[in-house]
Nanobody, 128 residues
């Protein structure tokens, strides 16, 4: 049973930065494909970014390219989301998700249905 625990959310002014962390436990594999999604009130859960098991490959939503960076430290079983130049429209609950590495780093990593496990979410609020 894979468990994901997120931290790092909070309140920040527009133009500021936050770093989210997601610690993974219980996996039978050393690494999993990891993704970040976000959901604003009344909106669908949207893809933000994803990273391959080795960390060699990444994908980003157009809305966050150049501002957000996903990274991972497999020795610590942790994935990070560095968020810079935050905008009010980034306000949402941010979710960490894990995909079985045997499924591969495919286009399915850009949709929620492509993931097997989810964290509880952490609130990010960006004030104007």
């Amino acid at each position: 049973q894979v468990q994901l625990v997120e931290s790092g959310g909070g309140l920040v002014q527009a133009g500021g930065s936050l770093r989210l962390s997601c610690v993974v436990s219980g996996s039978t594999f050393r690494s999993n494909i990891m993704g970040w999604f976000r959901q604003a009130p009344g909106k669908e859960r949207d893809f933000v970014t994803a990273i391959s098991g080795s960390g060699s490959n990444t994908r980003y939503a157009d809305s966050v390219k150049g501002r957000f960076t996903i990274s991972r430290d497999n020795a610590e079983n942790t994935v990070y989301l560095q968020m810079d130049s935050l905008k009010p429209e980034d306000t949402a609950v941010y979710f960490c998700a894990a995909r079985n590495i045997l499924k591969g780093f495919t286009i399915a990593t850009m949709t929620g249905s492509g993931y097997d496990y989810w964290g509880q979410g952490t609130q990010v609020t960006v004030s104007s």
